[in-house]
Nanobody
Framework: QVQLVESGGGLVQTGGSLRLSCLAS????????MGWFRQAPGKEREFVAT????????HYASSVEGRFTISRDNAKNTVYLQMNNVKPEDTAVYYC????????????????????WGQGTQVTVSS
């Protein structure tokens, strides 16, 4: 079982930037697709971004594409989410997750594809 710990959340103004980090324990990090999800109050958990273990390619939700960037550092067992030009609708608890086996040509955009989750970090964007 992979353990995930997020950090970097906080309060940021509209148009500002924030970088979230997720430190993973365990020996399978470099072979696992990783993802970020978020959940706002009263809403379901939604996909934000995922990054492949095979070649580092990424896939984003349309609501964040062009503003957010997911990256990974396998030497540090860490995945990042760089958030730029944030908006009030980005306010949510952000979760890091590690996926189970994912076909090489498929992006893991569904929560049920992920077996391990972090505890979440709160991001609040003020208007």
């Amino acid at each position: 079982q992979v353990q995930l710990v997020e950090s970097g959340g906080g309060l940021v103004q509209t148009g500002g930037s924030l970088r979230l980090s997720c430190l993973a324990s365990g020996r399978t990090f470099d072979t696992s697709d990783m993802g970020w999800f978020r959940q706002a109050p009263g809403k379901e958990r939604e996909f934000v971004a995922t990054i492949k273990s095979s070649d580092g390619t990424a896939h984003y939700a349309s609501s964040v594409e062009g503003r957010f960037t997911i990256s990974r550092d396998n030497a540090k067992n860490t995945v990042y989410l760089q958030m730029n030009n944030v908006k009030p609708e980005d306010t949510a608890v952000y979760y890091c997750a590690s996926a189970g086996p994912v076909p090489r040509t498929y992006y893991a955009a569904l929560p049920r594809m992920y077996g391990s989750w972090g505890q979440g970090t709160q991001v609040t964007v003020s208007s």
